[in-house]
Structure formats: C-alpha cells, structure tokens
C-alpha cells in the first residue's frame, strides 16, 4: 500500500494533514528549497504534537561537501525524535563522504537518502546508501521552476526507481511538485510512500498555507485500506477512489468510455529475421469501458484518465523485442484491466511501414464480471482482426 506523505511548516499545518488523513507527518521549510532544512524548534513542537499518531519525518537540507557539518545537523534533527531523517545528496559533491560521515548513525536512526530527477547520478549511488545501512531512499526534483517529476522522467522510469530501490532492501518514495493527476499514473509503480507539499496548497503555491480541501483531495486519490462492503454513510466518490466499487444495490450509474486514438510510437516488433533491430511505427487505438461513481464528475478521484493508457503502453513497449502485434494488443489490455474500475477495453494495434496501409489486430476484453471473486479475471468475446506477425 502506497502512503501519502504531507510536508509541513508547522503545527498548525500537521493538524490540517492529520485530519485530512495523511499517513507520514513531513517537516520542512519550503523557502529554504527542496529539501529546506526545518527549523529545530518546530520540529519538536510537531513530533509532541502528534504524539505517535503517525510517523514524523524532517529534512536535513542538502550535503554540501563537508561530512563534518553534515553530521552535526543530522544528530541534531535526531535528538528531536523524529521517526525518519531526509538527507539531499547533489552532484558534485562526493556522495561516498557525505555516506560515510552517517554510516554509523544509520545504525540507529532510519535515514531517507534523496536523489533529484533533475540530476544526474552514478549508477552505483543506491548501492552505497544500502551498503550503509539507510533505510529508504526518495527521488524528488531540485528546481521547481522547471517541472514536475514527470517532466524529467515517464512513469516507467520512475517504477524502475522504486524496483531498484526493492532490490536494495530500501524504503522507496517519489515526490516532486506532484500533483493530482500525476497520482493514478505513479501509483502502479507501488512506491512505498507519494511525497506532497505544493498540491496540499491552495493554487500550488508550495510557500504558502496548507489548504484543507486541497489536502482531503490529494489523500482521496491515493488508496489506504479497502472496506470489504460500503460503510453506513460514507462518500461513494471517496470509496471508488479507495478501491470500492458500487454493484446494483448502489444505484446502476452505467459506464463511460475513455479513448486513446491514433497513438504512434517507434516499437522493436516483428517475427522476421529483417525486422529485429529497426524499430517500426505501431499504432494504438484503445477504448475502455469505466463505471461511472458519479453523475457529475468534478474531481481526480472520479474518473480514471487516459494517462494510464499512454503510459501502460509506453512501458510496454519498452521492454524490449515483440514478435506478434497479438502480444503487445493481450499485454495492453490486461494492463489497463488492471485497474479495477475498467469493466471492458478494445485494444487495436496496427503495424504502419509493412505496406500502403496498416496491418494488425484488434481484441476485446472485459472483466468477467464486476463483483467477481477474482477481480482480475477476463475473458475473450470478440473480434480478432487481420493478424500480422
């Protein structure tokens, strides 16, 4: 389960974020940058504060190339008592002193390594935090001026972060002026945590207040424990983002379509010997059957976008050599029938440079039924179109 981590300035603002749900308590002081080192005394007030409701994070600014002064500000932050400790690491300066200054105090308080997706890092970097006994690492961006996460890297890449992080034995978070239609497009990369400060603001403004509604939206999007059948009184809309789906007795609201056409890209596909190593345009064409949860769609958490189409495909095509279009058209719809609130999807997948015109596939697909036992299930029901390998 992904949790949803809220950076604050103060108490004032923890209370808001506790309220509105948010599972990591983050201190930080947004004029300061990035990773703005809090101040020590609110820090303090905000770990008293919430008194072990939820964990407490703070961030230690950015390693500056003195180890020495490193070591001082994060004991410092340590003695406060928080629960987790984010350090910043930026080329040029030597990520190995920055590690070994803190190597022994990661022994003895849970240390969060940040990278930034606006920087470029050795390949060995995760490695040498793990060796050291970090507890998690999180990407996050440098320069807010110039984009959010996803305008450095597509989603895939960032599930790669995270898979890589797993492997490593390491608590793994993504943040980085994130907002909320970015959410439903990290959250099949399964991050151990989503990191926010400007959405939780009113207009995105990352230095000004916490806004409560803006928080309760953000905490809406993000899945927490799924009620095995819909409590007496509680939101429909709140419930399907969480995972809850409505049957009959809900009220039938039907289905939307969502739509993907004539979408192009270079893919490595073909089963002749002339086609491996050259990439061809495939075009995709997807429509996907949604319930509906609402009448009136206003918000994020009530509709599903057609972001997670592009990227599933995108990340599909990147793995490597496809031999059939039959293969790509199965792994498109199963990935978009991943998500629960796709009840059917018709998926058209057309090779563009083997003649005057396109070649390919078309399948449909559908959950074999909206409240199954096994959610995931589908089945075949149509129409296979002209097949080329």
Do not use: W
């Not at 507890?135 to 450095?152: A, E, F, P, Q, W």
Request: glycine share 10%; hydrophobic share 40%.
């Amino acid at each position: 389960m992904t949790l949803m981590l809220a950076s604050v300035q103060n108490r004032r603002e923890a209370e808001i974020v506790l309220q509105a749900g948010a599972d990591i308590i983050d201190l930080k002081d947004p004029a300061r940058g990035a990773l703005g080192s809090a101040d020590i005394r609110q820090i303090t007030d905000v770990v008293a504060f919430v008194s072990g409701r939820r964990p407490v994070s703070a961030a230690c600014g950015e390693f500056s190339g003195d180890p020495a002064a490193l070591r001082t500000r994060v004991e410092e932050v340590a003695a406060t008592a928080v629960d987790f400790i984010k350090i910043g690491f930026l080329p040029p300066y030597r990520i190995a002193a920055g590690v070994e200054a803190l190597a022994d105090i990661a022994g003895r308080k849970r240390l969060i390594a940040v990278l930034f997706a606006d920087h470029r890092y050795e390949e060995n970097a995760m490695t040498s935090f793990a060796k050291a006994g970090f507890y998690g690492i999180m990407l996050d961006t440098n320069d807010k001026s110039k984009g959010r996460l996803l305008d450095h890297m597509p989603p895939d890449e960032a599930s790669d972060f995270v898979d890589e992080g797993r492997r490593h034995g390491l608590m793994t978070g993504l943040a980085g002026s994130l907002e909320a239609p970015d959410i439903p497009r990290l959250l099949p990369g399964k991050p151990d945590f989503l990191g926010f400060r400007g959405a939780l603001c009113k207009d995105l403004a990352r230095n000004g207040d916490i806004d409560a509604e803006a928080a309760g939206k953000i905490r809406a999007l993000i899945p927490g424990e799924r009620p095995v059948e819909k409590p007496s009184g509680a939101s429909l809309e709140l419930l399907a983002a969480r995972g809850y789906f409505p049957g009959p007795a809900d009220g039938d609201l039907g289905t939307d379509q969502i739509f993907v056409r004539d979408f192009v890209l270079p893919v490595d596909i073909g089963a002749y010997s002339f086609e491996h190593g050259k990439p061809q345009k495939v075009r995709f064409d997807v429509t996907a059957d949604v319930l509906r949860v609402t009448r009136d769609p206003k918000d994020m958490h009530e509709i599903v976008s057609y972001d997670l189409i592009m990227d599933g495909i995108r990340s599909i095509v990147s793995h490597g050599h496809v031999d059939l279009v039959e293969t790509l058209a199965e792994q498109t719809a199963a990935f978009i029938l991943e998500n629960p609130r796709v009840a059917r999807v018709v998926v058209r997948v057309e090779k563009l440079e083997l003649g005057p015109g396109g070649v390919g596939v078309q399948i449909e697909r559908k959950r074999e039924s909206a409240r199954s036992s096994n959610p995931l299930r589908v089945v075949a029901s149509a129409d296979g179109g002209r097949k080329a390998g």
